[in-house]
């Protein structure tokens, strides 16, 4: 049995996994008064069962604090995945120490050589990562979908709280059908440019996977096709245990 998480900005994912098999999952707020939280789930958990505890995270503190959380209740180190070394299964042509360690979790996920995929996860940023056969190239960073919707309805007095659908035409007849119009067709046009760039600078085909909140309203708008894993980033950590002796 091992333990393995994400810790996001948002949300943080932690799953309990044996032989390579999803059997719970739990997710807290990142931040905040979470860690409370998980006494209720390892009430009852039998911790000498545990083998092994690997997070990737783009919060220290949570990080932090959970690392605290599990040395009480157990001896076993609890490691972060840029602590592996993760250059024994993936080429990395990029600033490591710059790298969110959620993103070359899933880019461990699927790498297979010979093979070329771009990852698009929809999280607190949108995000693109590159790979290419066993090497990570880099990515892209633009802004979440999430956090820019909110944001405008935020900064703008006449721009409520609008929840996100997918669109049939693109001009709106009223403020939410105009700001939904504008957030939908907007990203569905900045994913496919995208893709079409990254595309045009590698000069190879690429498989496209998708994951995260709002890739369900995407999946079959963008021109890419495309597959979907909501787990692609724990399965990579799955991959990534191995290191861990």
């Known amino acids: 049995m091992i333990i393995l998480g994400d810790i996001g900005n948002t949300e943080t994912k932690i799953c309990l996994v044996n032989n390579k098999r999803i059997i719970k999952k739990i997710i807290i707020p990142s931040k905040g008064k979470n860690i409370h939280i998980l006494n209720k789930y390892f009430k009852k958990f039998d911790f000498t069962k545990l083998k092994k505890i690997l997070f990737c995270s783009v919060v220290p503190s949570t990080f932090r604090k959970l690392k605290i959380y599990f040395r009480k209740k157990t001896q076993i180190r609890c490691f972060e995945l840029k602590e592996l070394n993760l250059r024994s299964i993936l080429k990395i042509d990029a600033n490591y120490n710059q790298v969110g360690s959620d993103r070359l979790a899933n880019a461990i996920s699927v790498f297979k050589k010979n093979k070329n995929f771009i990852i698009l996860d929809f999280g607190t940023a949108t995000t693109f990562d590159v790979l290419v056969g066993n090497k990570?190239?880099?990515?892209?960073?633009?802004?979440?979908?999430?956090l820019s919707l909110n944001t405008l309805?935020?900064?703008?007095?006449?721009?409520?709280?609008?929840?996100?659908?997918?669109?049939?035409?693109?001009?709106?007849?009223?403020?939410k059908s105009a700001?939904?119009?504008?957030?939908?067709?907007?990203?569905?046009?900045?994913i496919d440019n995208i893709i079409n760039l990254i595309k045009k600078e590698i000069r190879k085909p690429f498989r496209v996977f998708i994951t995260g909140g709002f890739s369900k309203l995407f999946k079959n708008s963008i021109k890419t096709?495309?597959?979907?894993?909501?787990?692609?980033t724990i399965n990579g950590l799955i991959k990534a245990s191995k290191l861990i002796k």
């Open 136 to 146: 990570y190239k880099g990515g892209i960073i633009s802004p979440g979908i999430k």
């Open 153 to 175: 309805s935020d900064k703008a007095s006449l721009i409520p709280k609008i929840e996100l659908k997918k669109m049939s035409k693109v001009i709106g007849k009223d403020t």
């Open 225 to 232: 096709k495309t597959k979907q894993d909501f787990d692609i």
């Open 179 to 190: 700001v939904r119009s504008g957030f939908f067709w907007g990203y569905t046009a900045l």
